[in-house]
């Protein structure tokens, strides 16, 4: 199992919310994971807060960077991820790297996230967005942004795209394309 | 062709009002201070439901929700304390389901009903039928808050975005924006933040 997700869970020290208060929620995606058949014990997840997570919007590598905002909840998002996937091994070597940036529930990441990100054998960095003061930190991700997702920014140095909207692989190419040149 | 010409003018208008509103988040759809225009759509119950039939309101919390969307399921119980807490007062909560059902058949008609029966609505759920109304607002996720406020020349939109400001957990809530909206509209206040901004599902078309 190759799985680039394995690194260090970090713990959000302030706050350190009881999330077990939270609603069962109707999940638009059932069908694909069944979480009781999935071991997902070598499954760790990178946890950040904003303040946690906006360097992976500010790298200054020359590489170019495809950030894509989703939950295994959201129907459009996981439909497009096999493209960020397939943009990734593509693009490998012309220094482009995909970063999935899940936004799932923190009572779900061991039912729902893990299994899927497992099942999927995700190849693209996964990383984990938890912050739920979202008024605050979505404007920094883009002034425009309403905060539907998926979503997605692609940048390299200090030129960044914003796209809040649904991708196949012919756009996204496209998209990415214009960065290499 | 005949379409095409008619729509330039109406294009036109549109990025001429979206230049000029304040506040505007997105590139169309209500800003800040625009006159919502009134709607009839079908309730749950099968009746039609337009804004003109609250003659006492002093405004509404139109709310685009809906049963699939896991966030939406999230505030079901805050937007049904929002009416109780405000219907009384002259600013009752409006919810109108803007997906496809026909894309998300968990939010169909019967199935809004199943939620609303479970849930105890208070408020008229709306189907927003062939998905004219939720553009015109420009609400782009569920769920997508609009508070309006009843003038001489219409219904103005005051409001735009969240809830409050955790979506997760509604005792670790620090700011009630819908509730800090209507409470200053009600004192004859300017409302202090007028827009916010949340993750929510994409509206399914």
Redo the contacts between chains.
């Keep these: 199992m190759k799985l680039n997700v394995l690194i260090i869970v970090i713990l959000l020290m302030t706050g350190c919310k009881e999330n077990s208060k939270t609603t069962p929620v109707n999940e638009e995606i059932t069908k694909d994971v069944a979480s009781h058949t999935v071991n997902t014990a070598d499954v760790e997840l990178e946890i950040y807060d904003f303040a946690g997570f906006e360097k992976f919007l500010n790298k200054k590598d020359n590489k170019i960077y495809v950030v894509n905002f989703w939950a295994t909840w959201c129907a459009p998002c996981v439909k497009e991820l096999p493209y960020f996937e397939k943009l990734n091994t593509e693009y490998k070597n012309k220094n482009v790297e995909v970063i999935l940036v899940s936004l799932d529930f923190p009572h779900m990441y061991d039912k729902k996230l893990k299994p899927f990100i497992k099942e999927k054998a995700l190849k693209s960095k996964v990383i984990v967005l938890d912050d739920p003061d979202m008024n605050t930190w979505i404007p920094k991700v883009d002034e425009s942004w309403s905060g539907s997702i998926p979503a997605t920014v692609i940048y390299k140095n200090e030129t960044s795209k914003f796209y809040e909207q649904s991708f196949n692989y012919e756009e996204l190419d496209k998209e990415v394309n214009q960065f290499l040149n | 062709m005949k379409k095409l010409i008619k729509l330039v003018p109406a294009a036109i208008l549109v990025l001429f009002i979206s230049a000029f509103t304040l506040n505007n988040?997105?590139s169309n759809g209500y800003g800040i201070g625009d006159v919502a225009k009134d709607f009839s759509l079908k309730n749950i119950d099968g009746n039609m439901v337009s804004l003109a039939d609250y003659k006492d309101a002093k405004g509404f919390i139109v709310t685009f929700t809906c049963?699939?969307?896991?966030f939406a399921?999230?505030y079901?119980?805050r937007i049904q304390a929002l009416n109780e807490k405000y219907a009384p007062k002259g600013y009752p909560v409006i919810a109108i389901m803007p997906n496809n059902p026909k894309t998300k058949p968990?939010d169909a008609l019967p199935a809004m009903k199943k939620s609303a029966e479970e849930k105890g609505f208070t408020f008229p759920y709306l189907m927003d039928e062939g998905q004219h109304v939720y553009p015109k607002f420009g609400a782009?996720?569920t769920p997508?808050i609009y508070v309006l406020e009843k003038t001489n020349k219409g219904n103005v939109v005051k409001y735009i975005?969240?809830i409050d400001?955790?979506?997760?957990?509604?005792?670790?809530v620090k700011v009630k924006?819908v509730e800090n909206a209507v409470d200053a509209l009600l004192d004859g206040k300017d409302v202090e933040q007028k827009v916010?901004?949340?993750?929510?599902?994409?509206?399914?078309v």
């Design positions: 988040t997105t049963n699939t969307c896991p399921v999230m079901e119980d968990g782009t996720k997508h975005g969240a400001d955790n979506h997760s957990d509604a005792s670790a924006f916010t901004k949340a993750i929510g599902c994409g509206i399914k």
